[in-house]
């Protein structure tokens, strides 16, 4: 390995900021069945990869030939993959430039994506796509633009439906060559049994005809723990004039639920071929340490992988055989190496950093060369390690600090703290320490150990006198003490007239117990008062605050108000003399919750909402409610001249009562449209028609037995009379 490489590593690290952008590194080293070797290094931070540099072996040596650097929002989002190539010497950046760049709208929801390459000083686009949601954060529209030299060369878009459930029962997909004119060309509908898909109907768009024209039907299959065991797919053929399958997959997995095959027949003149399949085997951890597939006229591949102990991978074995029957094959080792030593360093201490043994030189990014190294200086250390076939390494990153002794003495101080309040004491922050909270010289053990904030709520609020003791590898210091003593807040009491609930179109009057410093707040009102009226539904608020000690307090009220129930005057049946008793009402409501109706003064009979026999008279109407609520309505009873006036005359009903066959008998002076309607005693119509003057015969067979009322409607003016239904 010539020195060249490892100049250029350290020269890599530094100017990519490798001491703040990572935590741990893995290379990767390839050789094929040819001997072409090349090598892979992958930089993480918290388990994110953030660089890869790749590296060809090329005149005994191993030159970069890219580097792709990737670029993450707080939420861990990716947002720009950018990669640079390197010429032949492995030295010098080439304008063949790309960029990968994307767009959030909330923590993990893309709305575009970006791919560019560097050409002429501008960043010239490859691809676009664009994702849309809708208000449940569903996707809704998927488009991709495609371009030819910078310049839009066609567009697609699958457009998204859902059910109840959120599954996408049908997608459509759009092309244009412009995203203005959109014309169709497949669709998908799919059913679901409840979040799993049941089957799939495919039609395809025709020019010709305008119309969807059905393609194929896929039925998919579950076992007993849903997971997804195979598919059925046919089609209508014309010829054959009949169902034909297509093609036929199925899946199997092992115990801990891992796919372990997959296979697809085809059905080519009605014989069963193997088409393409791939197997797969886990380790306990869930690894994949062996996969093998093949496909109808693509050959063979098979991968093998080895992880060890620390769940890292360790090798992989690759082959790969075409159907000419010419194969290749290649392995590749991963290497994970880190630095051992001290990483907090007292005033005046030192620390010896060592790298792993086994390596025929190592070279550290101080510029020393020995396998261990001393420090008495706070950084990042990483070095390079060399093997004795050339191999070169690199380790995680190794970070020292100057680890300083807690100061936090100081003098005694107390303050109060309102009874019903929160406090919270803070100490001066320092790096790997440990704060042990105390109250009366005993230890609170509700505190963090690395808080140096001591938080407590108004019930963990107790006096007495507070300190911490800091303690960390460097050193120990105590705290001065705090006495906390209790303040009392304002007593705040709201009292009122009366009830706090009650109906519709009454009142309640609030009241505070403090004048000056208490503020009222709610929706509908807020300001400093002393009392005030309340006619609508809420929850009331009565703030005070203490001007001396700053404490304040509050008084919650809940004011209840009914809604009056409805009530509806369905009919009237008004008396056929002046002293007649013999006038009906029927009332109705709609409210809940009702419990009485009623008549004042009282008359007549009452039959739940049905009054009969009453004299003529003004009465008031009234319905009751659970609550104690009332609605009311007057009324008046009297003698109703206009069937005179309207020239309708013997209005008669027989017989009365009946078995179902009704007659309906009267004289009409002007020929006006004459209706009829029958009304069962909860006011709800259940016959209805014409009459022509002189006698109608209407079969009322069909009711059940009980009373009716029979209404004859002229010009607006409506006449009842009660009948009878007998069986």
């Given at each position: 390995m010539k020195q060249s490489i490892l100049s250029f590593l350290l020269l890599l690290l530094n100017a990519a900021g490798y001491s703040q952008c990572c935590d741990s590194v893995m290379t990767q080293i390839c050789l094929d069945n040819e001997g072409y070797k090349w090598r892979a290094e992958y930089y993480y931070q918290n388990s994110r990869l953030e660089k890869v540099v790749n590296y060809n072996w090329y005149d005994q040596q191993y030159l970069p030939t890219n580097m792709t650097t990737y670029t993450y929002d707080t939420d861990s989002n990716l947002t720009e993959v950018f990669?640079?190539?390197?010429?032949?010497?492995?030295?010098?950046?080439?304008?063949?430039?790309?960029?990968?760049?994307?767009?959030f709208i909330s923590a993990h929801l893309v709305t575009s994506y970006h791919r560019e390459h560097f050409s002429s000083g501008n960043w010239i686009p490859e691809q676009i796509s664009l994702y849309t949601y809708d208000t449940s954060s569903l996707l809704t529209i998927t488009e991709g633009l495609a371009f030819t030299n910078g310049i839009l060369s066609s567009a697609s878009r699958l457009i998204y439906s859902y059910d109840s459930q959120m599954?996408?029962?049908?997608?459509?997909?759009?092309?244009?060559?412009?995203?203005?004119?959109?014309?169709?060309?497949?669709?998908?509908e799919r059913s679901f049994v409840g979040n799993s898909i049941d089957s799939e109907a495919v039609w395809l768009w025709n020019d010709d005809s305008l119309n969807w024209i059905f393609s194929d039907y896929t039925k998919h299959y579950y076992d007993q723990l849903n997971q997804d065991t195979g598919t059925v797919n046919g089609y209508y053929s014309s010829y054959w004039a009949e169902w034909r399958v297509r093609y036929i997959t199925s899946n199997d997995y092992d115990p801990s639920g891992n796919q372990t095959a997959y296979d697809q027949y085809y059905i080519f003149y009605q014989e069963l071929e193997h088409e393409n399949w791939w197997y797969a085997s886990y380790d306990s951890a869930g690894h994949m340490t062996h996969w093998e597939a093949s496909c109808f006229g693509c050959g063979f591949q098979l991968t093998d992988s080895i992880f060890n102990s620390q769940n890292h991978l360790d090798s992989t074995y690759d082959y790969h055989y075409t159907h000419n029957g010419t194969g290749s094959d290649w392995g590749c080792n991963y290497y994970f190496y880190s630095l051992a030593g001290d990483s907090a360093l007292c005033n005046g201490d030192t620390t010896i950093l060592t790298a792993p043994p086994g390596f025929v030189s190592y070279l550290w990014n101080t510029g020393e060369s020995t396998q261990s190294i001393l420090t008495d200086t706070s950084g990042t250390y990483y070095c390079l390690l060399t093997t004795s076939n050339g191999d070169v390494f690199q380790s995680a990153p190794y970070i020292v600090y100057m680890l300083q002794p807690p100061s936090i003495?100081?003098?005694?101080s107390s303050f109060g703290v309102c009874s019903n309040g929160n406090a919270f004491l803070t100490a001066p922050h320092f790096t790997q320490t440990n704060y042990q909270w105390f109250r009366n010289d005993t230890a609170i053990n509700s505190a963090s150990p690395y808080d140096e904030t001591l938080l407590m709520d108004y019930q963990e609020v107790i006096p007495g006198d507070y300190y911490v003791i800091a303690s960390n590898d460097c050193g120990q210091d105590t705290s001065g003490t705090t006495t906390i003593?209790?303040?009392?807040?304002?007593?705040?009491?709201?009292?009122?007239?009366?009830?706090?609930?009650?109906?519709?179109?009454?009142?309640?009057v609030l009241y505070s117990n403090l004048s000056g410093n208490n503020y009222w707040y709610n929706s509908s009102v807020s300001g400093h008062l002393d009392s005030f009226i309340v006619t609508t539904n809420g929850t009331y608020y009565?703030?005070?605050?203490?001007?001396?000690?700053?404490?304040?307090?509050?008084?919650?009220?809940?004011?209840?108000?009914?809604?009056?129930?409805?009530?509806?005057?369905?009919?009237?049946?008004?008396?056929?003399?002046?002293?007649?008793?013999?006038?009906?009402?029927?009332?109705?409501?709609?409210?809940?919750?009702?419990?009485?109706?009623?008549?004042?003064?009282a008359a007549g009979n009452q039959n739940g909402n049905i009054f009969t026999d009453l004299p003529p008279g003004t009465y008031q109407f009234c319905v009751s409610d659970s609550n104690g609520c009332n609605t009311c309505i007057d009324t008046v009873i009297s003698f109703n001249t206009s069937i005179v006036e309207q020239g309708l005359a013997g209005f008669t009903l027989y017989p009365n009562p009946s078995r179902g066959i009704l007659y309906c008998e009267f004289d009409l002076q002007q020929k006006v449209p004459v209706n009829y309607a029958i009304l069962d005693c909860y006011g709800k119509e259940v016959r209805a028609g014409k009459l022509n003057p002189g006698n109608s015969?209407?079969?009322?067979?069909?009711?059940?037995?009980?009373?009716?009322?029979?209404?004859?409607?002229?010009?607006?003016?409506?006449?009842?009379k009660r009948i009878c239904i007998l069986k």
């Open positions: 990669t640079v190539r390197f010429d032949n010497s492995g030295s010098n950046f080439i304008p063949d430039t790309t960029r990968l760049s994307y767009t599954n996408d029962t049908l997608r459509v997909w759009q092309s244009s060559d412009d995203t203005v004119d959109w014309s169709n060309y497949k669709m998908v003495s100081g003098p005694d003593s209790l303040i009392n807040p304002p007593v705040v009491e709201i009292t009122t007239s009366g009830a706090i609930e009650f109906c519709s179109g009454d009142s309640v009565l703030q005070a605050f203490d001007t001396n000690t700053h404490c304040s307090n509050r008084d919650t009220i809940v004011v209840t108000v009914f809604n009056n129930p409805q009530l509806n005057i369905d009919s009237v049946v008004q008396p056929t003399c002046d002293t007649c008793a013999d006038a009906m009402v029927m009332l109705s409501s709609s409210s809940f919750g009702i419990t009485a109706y009623s008549i004042i003064p015969m209407i079969d009322l067979s069909q009711l059940e037995a009980g009373i009716y009322f029979f209404t004859l409607s002229v010009q607006g003016n409506v006449f009842t």
